[in-house]
């Protein structure tokens, strides 16, 4: 199969992106200026908030004033993370125009992540489509755990394909296939693919890879081979999964927009604009960019001064 010859990078920022040391929570006013940043890079689809509770995650704590400060620009959709009935309303109070759900495609994940099981998940975010729907806002969906489990290990991908195929039949207009611990492999990630496009469109899904054991690239460029056309990324590869030991974060907006550049697929986004960005956020945090093409290109600055 052909690759796509255009592709919508999904910002996966702050939501997935931004995780400090323990005990401490990033500015509010850094969260807004990271979104303006990437915006201002072109970056058209960003995950900006998540609307969940501060109790458990305090660092989505300020998701209100996060969506409200942002100066929004036209032809850019700022959407949020929803997991229920009480953060949709929070999300739909501060004007967000788009917002997303995830289930699991592992039973044991389910149950140490929201503390439920697979069907009783997609049970609880009926009404959530329903609200969103009655709302005026588009969902987005997503499945973890797609190529693996820290606690069941593989899984099977008629399991992912039962999952995607009841969030989209739900009402999700788009479902995000994610590999959250970081341990697929090509081959996994195509048949991974060929059984979930059996049950939900090819143009209907996302790959949302980490890059825990260095194959996120790798994966994405097997997808599309797939026909797959959307790819969420977080800059610098910040992020993680704290269900999973070892887990890193999501694969680097940085390599995919240079994996996209050396395809010869034209994103409309700025490489330079993002690795910049990575490495102002990187700062902000007092860490550094793990993204291969940020370091291999602060490398070359350095070696030319």
Request: with cysteine.
């Amino acid at each position: 199969m052909a690759l796509p010859t255009s592709i919508k990078l999904f910002e996966m920022a702050p939501r997935d992106g931004l995780q400090n040391e323990p005990g401490t929570l990033v500015p509010t006013a850094t969260k807004i200026e990271l979104i303006e940043r990437l915006t201002n890079a072109g970056i058209r689809h960003i995950e900006a908030a998540s609307f969940v509770s501060p109790k458990w995650v305090p660092q989505m704590g300020d998701a209100t004033e996060v969506m409200r400060g942002i100066q929004r620009q036209h032809g850019v959709v700022y959407s949020a993370l929803t997991p229920n009935l009480k953060g949709l309303e929070s999300a739909l109070e501060a004007g967000v125009e788009e917002v997303a759900v995830f289930g699991a495609a592992s039973e044991a994940f389910s149950q140490k992540n929201i503390n439920c099981s697979i069907a009783e998940s997609l049970a609880r975010f009926e009404p959530v489509l329903a609200r969103a729907n009655e709302a005026g806002v588009r969902v987005r969906g997503y499945v973890s755990c797609v190529l693996g489990c820290p606690y069941e290990g593989d899984i099977a991908p008629h399991k992912v394909a039962h999952v995607a195929k009841a969030l989209y039949e739900m009402g999700c207009y788009e479902v995000s296939l994610g590999d959250t611990i970081g341990v697929g492999t090509p081959l996994a990630a195509k048949r991974m693919i060929e059984a979930t496009r059996q049950q939900v469109p090819i143009e209907k899904l996302a790959a949302h890879f980490h890059d825990t054991y260095g194959m996120a690239i790798a994966n994405l460029y097997a997808v599309l081979e797939e026909g797959v056309s959307v790819i969420d990324a977080a800059t610098a590869g910040l992020g993680g999964c704290p269900y999973a030991k070892g887990a890193s974060g999501n694969v680097a907006t940085e390599d995919v927009l240079y994996l996209l550049e050396g395809l010869g697929i034209d994103t409309g986004i700025d490489l330079q604009a993002v690795i910049d960005t990575g490495y102002w956020i990187t700062q902000q945090l007092g860490r550094k960019p793990s993204a291969k093409v940020a370091l291999a290109k602060g490398c070359a600055k350095s070696s030319k001064a």
